[in-house]
Structures are given as C-alpha cells and as structure tokens.
C-alpha cells in the first residue's frame, strides 16, 4: 500500500469547496474537526451540528454543547 498522499491538497480543495459553499448559500463558514489515517474506507461524510451553547469544564475549559452526539451520528 502507497501512503503518499499530498494531504496540504486534500485540505486546501475540502476547506475551499466548503468556503465556496457558505458563500453561495450566504452563511458563516463552520468550524472544522478532521481526521486523516493511513488506513481509510472507501466511503465518507460529513455531518453538520449545531453549538447549542458552552458548558464550563473545568477552570480553563469551556465545552461545546452540540445537538447531536458524535457516538450515535
């Protein structure tokens, strides 16, 4: 198996196509969590979660609360 991929590429056309998408659509551009691993499935998604609010953590950290769970979704 080859892992060669030109990663700053793949980044630069998703965050570009989401870009070009917002401003069409006339929203805010999200905020974008990703993973990249050597070994993938062919298949992929994306899903779209709202910030209902912040939670405060701990003394430094403030959680997004969001209307879904990663788990389940």
Same mark, same amino acid.
């Given at each position: 198996?080859?892992? =060669?991929? $030109?990663?700053e590429?793949? /980044?630069?056309? /998703?965050? %570009?196509?989401?870009?070009?998408?917002? =401003?069409?659509?006339?929203?805010?551009?999200?905020?974008?969590?990703? =993973?990249?691993? @050597?070994?993938?499935?062919?298949? @992929?998604?994306?899903? /779209?979660?709202?910030?209902?609010?912040q939670?405060?953590?701990? $003394?430094?950290?403030?959680?997004?609360? /969001? %209307? @879904? @769970?990663?788990?389940?979704?």
């Amino acid at each position: 198996l080859a892992f =060669e991929f $030109d990663y700053e590429y793949m /980044i630069d056309e /998703i965050i %570009n196509q989401i870009n070009v998408t917002c =401003e069409e659509e006339g929203v805010d551009v999200p905020n974008i969590f990703t =993973e990249f691993g @050597s070994f993938t499935v062919g298949e @992929s998604g994306g899903a /779209i979660y709202e910030v209902l609010y912040q939670k405060q953590q701990n $003394d430094r950290e403030k959680w997004n609360m /969001i %209307n @879904s @769970s990663f788990i389940t979704t």
